[in-house]
């Protein structure tokens, strides 16, 4: 796709949630998704190719949650696959802090390639389980934010999320649009492990019958030593 053709696309979608681009955003954006069709090619990193459709259900989709994220947060991404949303958000929100994890080191090659190529400051990309991460002491209870797109049932992505989040800190879960039975199976894991759910936002992207929905969590005391469990419990036995 042209740049002209593209930039008219994502500064017309941004502003329909109420974001404005700069042009140094929109090359960034651009770079971005050539490196990602490029890589792609060898790594499989989304099954999503066609420029609009990047746009709309990655880029777009990102930075739907970029309002519910404070001035100069410490964010991590977890799950992250080819860096959505957290690329997203730091292109837009240059006062973040922002930490991608994943636990594929080739999409951490490629995280680490469009750090550098965009020229992103204050984020890196790290190659971990979740779980291990969690129970690290350098990282636990650190971020001001944690977020997820599309990982798992929120029962699991309770214990994945919360555990890095420091009381008073939020949980930003991005869902596709059927939820109900994962909310309803979810009280006892977010309770447990020391959050409340807050808020949910249910929304259409832009020019689209897509549904989408954000769920806030909030942490309200420190989550329980012994949580997260050992890598892989989470998902094979969620808190219900």
Sequence with gaps: MLKEKFSAIICEYAKEIGILLKEKQIDQFYDYMNLLLEWNEKVNLTAITEPEEIILKHFIDSM????YIEKDAKLIDVGTGA????????IIREDIEVTLLDSLNKRIRFLKEVIEQL?????????????????????????????????ANLSTLAEYLIPLVKPKGICISMKGPNIDEEMQQSKKSVSLLGGKIEKIEKFQLPKSN???????????SHTPARFPRKSGMPAKEPIN
């Design 64 to 67: 739907t949650i970029a309002r």
């Design 83 to 90: 860096g959505f949303p957290g690329i997203p958000l730091k």
């Design 119 to 151: 020229g992103l400051k204050n984020m890196e990309a790290i190659h971990s389980r979740v779980e291990e991460l969690g129970r690290d002491k350098s990282k636990r209870e650190s971020f001001d934010c944690a977020t997820s797109r599309a990982v």
């Design 210 to 220: 897509i549904d989408r929905n954000i769920i806030i969590i909030r942490k309200m």
